[in-house]
């Protein structure tokens, strides 16, 4: 029996689609095991091309591709992506789950946020295909997916080496080389990148980043094994969010900063493998991975509130090694004659993390808040029974257990202190038909996000250790629930339309004041999505996507009920054509629309929205030209806007305003690509 006869799963994309990219050229992906079904209306599989085809500003926004996903950027281009989804305001990936290859991207207890999820050491044309998931529905999904997960994979062969390179506005430079080969009894893929890019910005990022990728693979998807080593450094200059006030009374201008010497650093450096085998009873994969990891960020976001004098810029530091790992068996076999599997696994995960902040002037330190050392572990373990009962009705039941333990040592002695926590959430689905090629699913279960293990333990204010503050839940539940139908009857066309809640118990939420997210109150979330993609033609598709959310605290508050920064609309369109030789090109249409900045909506920000355009052309010797117009219609929009106090040079008191990052102006690239 094989598994696609069993499994409540869509189709992955098919590799004839219409593609619009100078530097991808396709290859292999899943050895030693790939990406796994899915099963529901608002899940899915993207294919590499797909992500390649859309023009960007920075390699995270390759996964708008993903329905109703906003990745935008808030401050310096090396520092992470602030993420939305279904109604939250994700900040840098507090309820998104991202891997990359099989190694988690979101950094619980980070110096910057909670779920810190750094996607700059992304190659787009390494990617192989994208699944993502959304709600709390699925076993494997545990820590910060919530709203959604994303898991990427690299392609483990290349159809063709590469060498690209991309010269645009505002000093933005880009070489990339790849290449596979066979080695031994199988291959050997290795990648090179450099990158420079200064901005629109009055004071230039000046970014400079090196990734590098090796890996070594052999065999297939189900019976195989792949070794892979990463490396990525960045360092940039930050022009973080401003006030409004301060450039309509023209102390800076639009792309001015308050603070020149705003910025950070960072590295990643990771040794990851997977392996597979199948047999008669089934199949059996796993996986494990090391990171080190460093980050420093110099920010300053309220500017003299705090120091009058000196200012009110901070430096937060992480420096971490984790490591961990899944391994997981599916058992095929039947039940009373009806084809069944039942899937069995387990994951961890250790952080081992020194995490500071300390207060500076011009990246000059000043004094130390806090200098903790957090060792947090993790463990969870996952079963799922998926039966078909008749041709029209497929169910999959299951649970998760995850168990946390923390222990910080903090330099302030009150604050040390151990802590442990678990939860068990139920997962289930169900799948009717298909009728007139129309499936129905449903879906429920549970989920959960971590807290930082530091507010876990502490019991008084760093700051000022006099004040005593309440300490944090280590575990937040949440529940979600999904109805949703998905119709392919028109030949090429997929429309998908799903109906969810989720119930959370605390959000987590920006604090404009400390540049970091802290536990908040209830929230409880309605939505709809709405999702078309149209392959009209094996080298042209359309693609259309719409999502609305009611977005609200679940307790009573005078205060008003209003999440804030919660989008209710974001709407996406686009048109991709080409396929091989020739012409091909790519527009792309993202909409964010306005939001409620404080509790009880008083303050809103104003909408988002943005045409990038792709066109280029493949000559028969394999080299490619294509030209990149982001922003083509040069809005002057925000990336993200935030409301709290601040205090300019020269003002008397605290000013409630308006903090934004605009959006880029008009720039083009242009990229040259050899495929040998």
């Known amino acids: 029996m094989r598994l696609d006869e069993i499994e409540v799963a869509a189709p992955r994309p098919a590799s004839s689609s219409a593609a619009a990219s100078a530097g991808y050229v396709g290859g292999i992906s899943g050895i030693g095991g790939g990406l796994r079904p899915v099963d529901a209306a608002s899940a899915g599989i993207i294919s590499g091309a ?9 390699p995270g926004e390759v996964l708008e591709e993903v329905p109703g996903l906003i990745v935008t950027q808030h401050s310096g281009e090396g520092k992470a992506n602030q993420f939305f989804l279904r109604g939250f305001n994700l900040d840098h990936g507090t309820d998104i789950a991202i891997h990359v290859d099989g190694m ?21 044309e390494l990617v192989g ?5 959304k709600g709390p529905y699925f076993v494997r999904d545990g820590d910060f997916a919530s709203a959604g997960s994303v898991r990427i994979d690299y392609l483990d062969k290349l159809d063709r080496n590469l060498a690209l390179t991309t010269l645009g506005s505002f000093g933005f430079k880009r070489g990339l080389s790849s290449a596979s080969v066979p080695l031994g009894a199988g291959n050997l893929l290795v990648a090179g990148e450099a990158q420079t890019y200064d901005g629109p910005w009055v004071v230039p990022d000046a970014l400079r980043k090196l990734n590098g990728v090796a890996r070594y693979s052999q065999g297939t998807a189900t019976d195989g094994f792949a ?36 910025g950070g650093d960072t590295g990643r450096f990771s040794l990851s493998g997977r392996w597979s085998q199948s047999d008669a009873g089934g199949i059996t994969r796993a996986s494990a991975y090391v990171i080190r990891y460093q ?26 090694v984790l490591g961990g790992g899944e391994i997981s068996r599916v058992f095929q076999g039947d039940l009373f004659g009806l084809p069944m599997e039942n899937e069995i696994g387990v994951q961890t995960r250790t952080d081992d993390i020194r995490v500071g902040l300390f207060n500076t002037t011009a990246r000059q330190y000043r004094s130390t808040v806090l200098d903790d050392r957090v060792l947090e572990a993790s463990a969870a373990f996952y079963y799922e029974n998926r039966v078909r009962w008749t041709d029209w009705l497929r169910t999959s039941v299951g649970f998760r257990a995850d168990g946390y333990y ?30 007139a090629d129309t499936e129905i699913y449903l879906n429920y279960g549970g989920g959960f996000h971590s807290n930082d293990a530091r507010g876990i333990t502490a019991t008084v204010d760093p700051a000022s250790p006099l004040f005593n503050i309440s300490r944090s839940p280590f575990l937040v539940p949440s529940t979600g629930y999904e109805v949703g139908i998905r119709n392919r009857s028109i030949a090429g066309l997929e429309t998908s339309l799903a109906l969810f809640r989720l119930d959370f118990a605390s959000e987590n939420l920006f604090q404009g004041d400390t540049g970091t997210t802290e536990p908040s109150r209830p929230t409880r979330r309605f939505g709809i ?65 306005p939001r409620p900045l404080i509790e009880d909506n008083s ?28 922003n083509l219609t040069n809005a002057k929009a925000d990336q993200i806007t935030y409301y709290y106090e601040s205090r300019l040079p020269g003002e008397a008191a605290a000013v409630a305003d308006r903090h934004f990052h605009p959006v880029e102006p008009t720039a083009v690239r242009l990229t040259l690509a050899g495929r040998f």
């Open 104 to 124: 988690p991207v979101n950094m619980r207890t980070h110096a910057h946020g909670q779920g810190y999820a750094d996607l700059n050491f992304l190659i787009p």
């Open 603 to 630: 303050v809103r920000s104003k909408p988002t929205a943005l045409l990038n355009g792709r066109i280029g052309y493949t000559f028969d010797n394999g080299v490619s030209l294509a030209l990149d117009v982001l």
């Open 295 to 320: 980050m420093n960020l110099w920010n300053n976001f309220t500017y003299f509130l705090n120091d009058p004098i000196n200012g009110d810029q901070f430096r937060q530091r992480d420096a971490r």
């Open 406 to 435: 923390a222990d910080v040592r903090s330099d302030t002695p009150a604050n040390s202190g151990r802590a442990r926590d678990s939860i068990v959430n139920p997962k289930l689905g169900a799948v009717f038909g298909p009728w």
């Open 129 to 133: 295909a994208v699944e993502f998931h």
């Open 529 to 593: 999505e709405w999702s078309n993609h149209y392959a009209i033609t094996p080298w042209l598709r359309l693609e259309g996507d719409l999502t609305i959310t009611n977005a609200r605290f679940s307790d009573r508050d005078p205060v008003g009920q209003r999440v804030p920064e919660a989008p209710t609309t974001i709407a996406s369109a686009g048109v991709t054509f080409g396929e091989g030789q020739g012409w091909f090109g790519s527009l792309r249409f993202r909409y964010f629309g």
């Open 227 to 262: 070794v892979t080593g990463m490396a990525y450094w960045a360092k940039w200059n930050a022009t973080n969010q401003i006030p409004e006030r301060a450039v309509a009374e023209g102390f800076i201008g639009r792309y001015g900063t308050l603070d020149p010497t705003d």
């Open 50 to 58: 797909q992500i390649n085809s859309r023009p960007v500003t920075r």
